[in-house]
């Protein structure tokens, strides 16, 4: 074998059959040396192989694996009694720079006595390629929903990150959650569980504050910040959570974290542990099932992050319907807003909906991106609640829009249905309720002072309305606890209260 360490060198990957790299992780050298292989394989017929999800961290790649590549073999060679005897193979050696992050999670990775097939995007994509890049990334979920095993690396063991995963496989294997990941509902405690004793016994919950407090510093780790591991773990037929050499399956995973988000607000233990914030993102990712609506999914996704803008595109099309992603091919030679503007065209063309309109605002100071007033700047953090979105004014009718590449515009015909007559102070997105009531309160003018056009509504529905962000029907409120008339009944009353406090 030669010792020479050049660089490696990709080989560029077949398109008639098509391929994929997978790599050989080899076991651990005597060096202490990460040694591997990179094999071309056809892309609908591999081998079984896992697939890793991680944070890649710093771009820079600070770190080394050793390549062993196969050359030509020698020429057949006879036995001492005549026989030929084939080949030997042999092997050059070079070398491929790698992030730390991938670098440590290889070291925990390497089977002791066999190797270990994978697929890993830094290793298997060749990064400096922007044309393969784009194809691969293409095929990502093909590539997670075909593999053996989806392994979700959140890093090295550190600050009781065993203890965490420990507490959270004894509260999961006491739980059945039904739909984890698509809704978080129907939840059932088997008795004598763990989970049982801490909903029931204060003193349980308090003496393992320790344990929560591991779980809450587990969940503020880069992994859960990641854009990119949403789908990859939303595709995965099997998956496992790994931090060190501590293994648990994501069911398990999931079932406790969804009772610990349950439970979060009525337990002092919990909200004095754990962080909220982190817990919510937690939440979000389990939420984002795939074949969701493009507003659902970025407004899940908001606070996940990502290297490049264009990935808020790329790194959520294996969650979106076919019919959407089907015409968004990914291209990183493509400009971030011509990629945004472009998502939003096949959003409203595919499902006759402008639906993605209520995310845009006419002046976003966090926005730098040349884009026009209709096309929402995915790549900058999306400060509003999710309220607006829920509000269907449309009902579900179709929409009839024209876009003109000459100027860049959308047009979308439309009917009035009201005139605003006053504006107020609007409510802030973290309002607690007391605040909520006497900004609500203030409302009471528009019922006072309103008018109403010609076949326009009575002032105490407009009240409604802006309350409920639309119109609110008999026919809306159908298999509801409220209806119409009882509505009115209350908004009627507090009026007459805020009047007389006025």
């Given at each position: 074998?030669?010792?020479?360490?050049?660089?490696?060198?990709?080989?560029?990957?077949?398109?008639?059959?098509?391929?994929?790299?997978?790599?050989?992780?080899?076991?651990?050298?005597?060096?202490?040396?990460?040694?591997?292989?990179?094999?071309?394989?056809?892309?609908?017929?591999?081998?079984?192989?896992?697939?890793?999800?991680?944070?890649?961290?710093?771009?820079?790649?600070?770190?080394?694996?050793?390549?062993?590549?196969?050359?030509?073999?020698?020429?057949?060679?006879?036995?001492?009694?005549?026989?030929?005897?084939?080949?030997?193979?042999?092997?050059?050696?070079?070398?491929?720079?790698?992030?730390?992050?991938?670098?440590?999670?290889?070291?925990?990775?390497?089977?002791?006595?066999?190797?270990?097939?994978?697929?890993?995007?830094?290793?298997?994509?060749?990064?400096?390629?922007?044309?393969?890049?784009?194809?691969?990334?293409?095929?990502?979920?093909?590539?997670?929903?075909?593999?053996?095993?989806?392994?979700?690396?959140?890093?090295?063991?550190?600050?009781?990150?065993?203890?965490?995963?420990?507490?959270?496989?004894?509260?999961?294997?006491?739980?059945?959650?039904?739909?984890?990941?698509?809704?978080?509902?129907?939840?059932?405690?088997?008795?004598?569980?763990?989970?049982?004793?801490?909903?029931?016994?204060?003193?349980?919950?308090?003496?393992?504050?320790?344990?929560?407090?591991?779980?809450?510093?587990?969940?503020?780790?880069?992994?859960?910040?990641?854009?990119?591991?949403?789908?990859?773990?939303?595709?995965?037929?099997?998956?496992?959570?790994?931090?060190?050499?501590?293994?648990?399956?994501?069911?398990?995973?999931?079932?406790?974290?969804?009772?610990?988000?349950?439970?979060?607000?009525?337990?002092?233990?919990?909200?004095?542990?754990?962080?909220?914030?982190?817990?919510?993102?937690?939440?979000?990712?389990?939420?984002?099932?795939?074949?969701?609506?493009?507003?659902?999914?970025?407004?899940l996704t908001k606070k996940a992050h990502c290297l490049d803008p264009r990935d808020r595109i790329y790194a959520i099309l294996s969650l979106l319907p076919e019919g959407v992603s089907a015409g968004i091919v990914p291209n990183y030679s493509k400009a971030p807003e011509e990629v945004f503007k472009n998502t939003v065209l096949q959003e409203i063309n595919t499902n006759r909906r402008v639906d993605i309109l209520t995310l845009c605002r006419f002046i976003d100071p966090a926005s730098v991106l040349p884009l026009p007033s209709w096309v929402f700047d995915f790549s900058v953090p999306y400060q509003l609640g999710n309220a607006l979105y829920a509000a269907e004014a449309t009902g579900r009718s179709r929409e009839e829009s024209r876009y003109d590449p000459s100027d860049n515009s959308l047009t979308i015909q439309g009917l009035q249905i009201c005139v605003i007559?006053?504006?107020?102070?609007?409510?802030?997105?973290?309002?607690?309720?007391?605040?909520?009531?006497?900004?609500?309160?203030?409302?009471?003018?528009?019922?006072?002072?309103?008018?109403?056009?010609?076949?326009?509504?009575?002032?105490?529905?407009?009240?409604?309305?802006?309350?409920?962000?639309?119109?609110?029907?008999?026919?809306?409120?159908?298999?509801?606890?409220?209806?119409?008339?009882?509505?009115?009944?209350?908004?009627?009353?507090?009026?007459?209260?805020?009047?007389?406090?006025?």
């Open positions: 074998m030669s010792n020479k360490r050049s660089p490696y060198a990709y080989e560029p990957l077949s398109k008639n059959p098509d391929e994929i790299r997978l790599l050989k992780l080899m076991p651990p050298s005597s060096s202490g040396d990460i040694e591997i292989e990179i094999i071309r394989v056809p892309s609908s017929a591999p081998p079984a192989y896992e697939a890793l999800s991680y944070v890649w961290g710093s771009p820079e790649r600070t770190h080394e694996v050793t390549v062993k590549t196969s050359s030509k073999k020698c020429f057949p060679r006879r036995s001492r009694r005549g026989r030929f005897l084939s080949g030997r193979s042999k092997f050059e050696l070079s070398h491929l720079a790698i992030s730390r992050n991938l670098f440590m999670a290889l070291q925990h990775l390497s089977f002791a006595k066999k190797p270990r097939l994978l697929w890993i995007d830094a290793i298997c994509i060749n990064q400096d390629d922007i044309v393969e890049r784009s194809e691969q990334v293409n095929k990502m979920a093909s590539i997670y929903g075909s593999a053996r095993l989806v392994i979700l690396w959140l890093g090295e063991e550190a600050h009781e990150s065993t203890l965490a995963v420990q507490t959270l496989r004894d509260v999961g294997e006491g739980l059945d959650v039904h739909n984890v990941g698509a809704s978080w509902k129907n939840i059932s405690i088997k008795r004598g569980s763990l989970a049982e004793k801490l909903e029931n016994n204060a003193e349980d919950r308090a003496q393992m504050a320790t344990s929560f407090v591991a779980i809450g510093r587990l969940l503020e780790r880069p992994w859960f910040t990641r854009l990119w591991v949403i789908q990859e773990m939303a595709l995965a037929a099997e998956a496992i959570v790994m931090t060190g050499n501590t293994v648990l399956p994501l069911p398990i995973f999931q079932a406790a974290l969804f009772w610990i988000h349950t439970m979060y607000r009525a337990f002092t233990t919990l909200r004095e542990t754990l962080n909220f914030e982190a817990l919510e993102q937690v939440s979000a990712m389990n939420q984002c099932s795939t074949l969701s609506n493009l507003p659902n999914v970025t407004l007559d006053q504006v107020f102070e609007a409510i802030p997105y973290d309002a607690k309720s007391p605040e909520i009531l006497t900004k609500c309160q203030t409302w009471e003018l528009a019922c006072r002072y309103a008018t109403s056009q010609t076949g326009g509504v009575p002032s105490i529905d407009a009240l409604i309305a802006t309350i409920f962000s639309g119109s609110v029907t008999a026919a809306l409120l159908a298999g509801a606890v409220l209806d119409i008339q009882i509505l009115r009944k209350i908004a009627i009353k507090w009026v007459e209260n805020a009047s007389c406090m006025a």
